[in-house]
């Protein structure tokens, strides 16, 4: 028999490897790249812009007294001036909108993720499984006014009148699509030897689901959160037609509250200086506060990838 050749000589294979790509090839190669940084480049020069802007024109102003001040009257110069309630009815409606998003949206995510997909689902369990995911699809996508005007219509008709509890259930709305898809994706990330692993070890299908499943991916779901926090914290539409906004403190969750993207809303079509100064401080506190959590949200997730 006559011996087949082979190019199993360790030697040869080295010298492949280290062999120099074609002239033609290795120019496409540096223009693709050049083209990648290029569009790359372009798409950042508006975020850039903007995001410089609101440095150069906020910072300026930005004094320990904004953070325990209230607005000053239009055109009064001679007051401290500041937006602290607006900090703290934002803090407030996120804080509701997180209590209620949080169960709901992960509560969901497990649903999708451990009941309504592979072999653990069947029948009439994959086709609700299914239309929820597309439900939840469809509302991550849908703009934040419509947000704002359904809860206009469930919260304030019903109780005649505007509130933080309103502002907190529209954003509330704009969380649970983004809370709900991330905790499936995260758990969907948790390789199913580890529930078969827990299945073989004696336990059943609602400790495998908490204590395996939902622990590993803790990362990832806390991740969700955190995106789904800093995208609500900037949102405008919906507060405008639930919170509506205030000059004074917080004055319980059935009252008018302030927020930091209302204040900036209004201040920044203002024609007395002071006031279109603070909606630029403002504009830079609400930039950091995104910052902050987006940051928080990358540590998570760095942390998860750490893990794995």
Do not use: C
Not at 57 to 78: C, I, K, N, R, Y
Not at 144 to 152: D, E, K, Q
Not at 202 to 216: C, D, H, K, P
Not at 237 to 248: C, D, H, V
């Amino acid at each position: 028999m006559t011996a087949t050749p082979t190019n199993s000589d360790p030697k040869s294979l080295a010298a492949e490897l280290l062999h120099p790509l074609p002239l033609g090839r290795t120019w496409f190669t540096y223009g693709m790249t050049a083209i990648a940084f290029g569009l790359t480049g372009l798409a950042l020069i508006p975020l850039l812009a903007i995001l410089i802007e609101i440095l150069r024109q906020g910072l300026p102003h930005l004094t320990p007294e904004v953070f325990v001040s209230l607005p000053a009257p239009a055109g009064v110069t001679d007051v401290p001036n500041g937006f602290a309630n607006a900090i703290l009815g934002t803090l407030i409606m996120v804080t509701i909108a997180t209590l209620l998003s949080i169960p709901f949206g992960v509560m969901t995510g497990i649903f999708l993720s451990e009941l309504g997909r592979g072999a653990a689902a069947s029948g009439p369990v994959q086709t609700v499984a299914s239309f929820v995911r597309f439900i939840a699809t469809i509302l991550s996508g849908v703009p934040s006014i419509i947000a704002g005007v359904f809860a206009w219509g469930v919260i304030v008709q019903t109780m005649k009148g505007f509130s933080a509890l309103a502002g907190g259930f529209a954003l509330a709305i704009i969380m649970l699509p983004i809370v709900t898809l991330t905790t499936e994706e995260a758990l969907k990330l948790v390789p199913d030897s580890q529930r078969l692993a827990s299945a073989a070890l004696g336990a059943n299908r609602r400790q495998t689901t908490f204590r395996i499943a939902v622990t590993s991916a803790l990362s990832g779901i806390t991740t969700g959160i955190l995106l789904a926090v800093a995208r609500a914290a900037g949102e405008t539409a919906p507060l405008l037609f639930t919170a509506l906004g205030s000059l004074t403190w917080p004055d319980g969750l059935l009252k008018p509250a302030p927020s930091l993207s209302v204040l900036i809303f209004n201040y920044s079509q203002s024609p007395f200086v002071e006031q279109t100064e603070l909606a630029w401080t403002a504009s830079a506190v609400l930039v950091g506060l995104v910052l902050l959590t987006s940051i928080l949200s990358r540590f998570f997730t760095r942390r998860r990838l750490k893990i794995r």
